[in-house]
């Protein structure tokens, strides 16, 4: 009796030890139970115009948008004006083919006036005989104001008029001048006229901000922040078996309700319902930095300018967006559904350096702790980057997790895959990419953004039900969780809601 007393007493005690370890091997672990099912708020806070197209509808000019891509073919040479060399020097009319150098990016100054820039960042403009184009000022105030006139009946040519008041034209294959009238009829023989290709365009709140202008662009967006999430959605995701939300925010939204321009203020109050929402309904909250200044990628979705990426070029930089991080975590941080912070969305390995990321990371890493001992802090992975390139830096830290984004999307790869491949290729490829990173002692896994799309055509209800059940099963297996891309979308598979609402994702 004894012995089975004591022999009882000490299996106890095994146990309650046992589970203990149990207990704080799972909380490093993050047991299934707890793990994120998020969406993503994408598209709110942070515009993105593909989302919801109609919101640029009623910009005055609305193809001339900052960093439209814009390429020149001359009509009399037959060939594209070039930024000889990139930029730096001349222009030419005497490229075949058109790519990176022959390509002109907009800085939105009105509807009607920009600035030019070319490749290696240089401004269009007249040199000192005030005649011959050149690209070689990095002073875009400096470089001097262009207009591009469509033709009224065919708004594929164009004529530019330069700062000096005259228009473009190619005399000949390595002289462009500004010194022409510019007011023929638009025939073949014209030097001054040029057929015009948009080949890029980006519709972000840098766009929409400016294409608007100060005077409408406050209303404009405030009546996307009062309507495209709202209370309801919280209480439709709290209901329908997810137990997080990923919002997407910007820089200028720490500087509420003075933004630097042309962002507009307002968005912080929206963030504050988001959190308030959030808490009554008992959903977690990760705040994703997905704009950091200057741009970490490029995309319309970091808020970029033009296209180019000029986040963490300077110490400066690096500062103002962990002050950026600081003041979102320090905000936020007595409200229970604050759950993590990430720190930066999808830099881009083409354009941020690890050794800068690094950097980056450990100070914003810092500034979290500050204000919030326990948050998750999520470092994303770089895009085009090696996917454990981080794990030697996540070593010195806790509670920190790895973001990484799986689409079968954007990639050739996925070109001709069938509805099957498809499949085969999350529950295979992906959930081998996935356990790579996956390690018991390591940095949790996040898949941060998936989405049911792919490049398959006329594919059924059915299929998109089997492809969502693959998604959900491999992404299940990421130890911090998942979150998928998003929540409200014109193109209904990428909305969350539609998707749930019409049962093509099953939670
Ligand atoms: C274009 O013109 C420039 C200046 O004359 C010259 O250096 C360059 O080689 C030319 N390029 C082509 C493709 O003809
Ligand atoms: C997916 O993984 C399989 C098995 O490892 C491999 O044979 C195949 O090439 C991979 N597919 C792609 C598109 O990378």
Not at 171 to 181: C, F, I, N, P, R
Not at 418 to 428: G, M
Request: proline residues 4%.
């Amino acid at each position: 009796m004894i012995v089975t007393h004591s022999k009882n007493h000490l299996f106890r005690i095994i146990c309650v030890f046992g589970m203990i370890m149990i207990m704080s091997n799972a909380r490093t672990l993050n047991p299934t139970n707890q793990r994120i099912r998020a969406t993503n708020l994408g598209g709110w806070l942070v515009t993105e115009g593909w989302m919801k197209p109609s919101l640029f509808d009623s910009i005055p000019n609305k193809d001339f948008l900052d960093g439209v891509g814009l390429q020149f073919k001359s009509k009399t040479i037959g060939k594209f004006l070039c930024a000889e060399l990139g930029g730096g020097t001349i222009i030419v009319a005497n490229r075949s083919s058109a790519s990176g150098w022959e390509t002109f990016h907009l800085w939105r100054m009105s509807a009607t006036s920009f600035h030019m820039r070319v490749f290696n960042k240089q401004f269009l403009g007249l040199d000192s005989t005030g005649v011959n184009l050149v690209a070689t000022t990095t002073n875009s105030q400096t470089s001097g104001v262009f207009e591009i006139i469509r033709k009224p009946d065919d708004t594929s040519l164009v004529r530019i008029k330069a700062p000096n008041g005259l228009y473009l034209q190619a005399k000949s294959e390595d002289l462009v001048t500004a010194d022409s009238k510019g007011d023929g009829e638009w025939g073949d023989d014209d030097p001054s006229v040029f057929e015009m290709t948009i080949i890029e365009t980006f519709k972000g709140e840098y766009q929409i901000t400016r294409g608007y202008g100060p005077l409408r662009a406050p209303k404009i967006m405030k009546d996307h922040w009062d309507t495209f999430i709202v209370e309801d959605d919280f209480k439709f995701i709290a209901t329908s078996g997810l137990n997080a939300v990923r919002i997407p925010v910007g820089w200028w939204t720490a500087s509420d309700p003075t933004p630097p321009k042309p962002y507009v203020g307002g968005s912080l109050q929206y963030l504050d319902k988001a959190f308030l929402w959030a808490r009554k309904y008992n959903l977690k909250v990760i705040l994703d930095l997905h704009a950091a200044p200057g741009s970490q990628n490029g995309y319309e979705h970091s808020a970029t300018r033009d296209g180019s990426i000029e986040w963490g070029q300077t110490d400066e930089n690096i500062q103002e967006t962990v002050r950026v991080i600081e003041f979102f975590t320090a905000r936020y941080a007595s409200n229970p559904s604050l759950y993590a912070v990430e720190l930066i969305n999808e830099p881009r390995a083409s354009g941020v350096p690890l050794s800068v990321l690094t950097k980056y990371y450990d100070l914003g890493y810092k500034a979290v702790r500050k204000h919030a001992p326990n948050a998750f802090v999520i470092l994303s992975n770089r895009l085009g980057g090696e996917p454990k390139e981080l794990f030697p830096l996540a070593s010195g830290m806790k509670n920190v997790v790895i973001d990484v984004h799986y689409y079968n999307l954007f990639s050739s790869v996925f070109d001709d895959m069938t509805v099957e491949e498809n499949i085969e290729f999350v529950r295979t490829n992906r959930s081998a990419e996935l356990q790579a990173i996956t390690t018991s002692n390591g940095p949790l896994t996040f898949v941060g953004e998936w989405v049911s799309e792919w490049q398959v055509r006329g594919a059924t209800k059915e299929d998109y039900q089997k492809f969502s059940k693959a998604n959900l099963d491999v992404f299940g297996r990421a130890t911090f969780g998942w979150a998928y891309w998003s929540l409200k979308n014109v193109n209904n598979h990428w909305s969350m809601d539609w998707m749930i609402k019409n049962g093509y994702i099953n939670l």
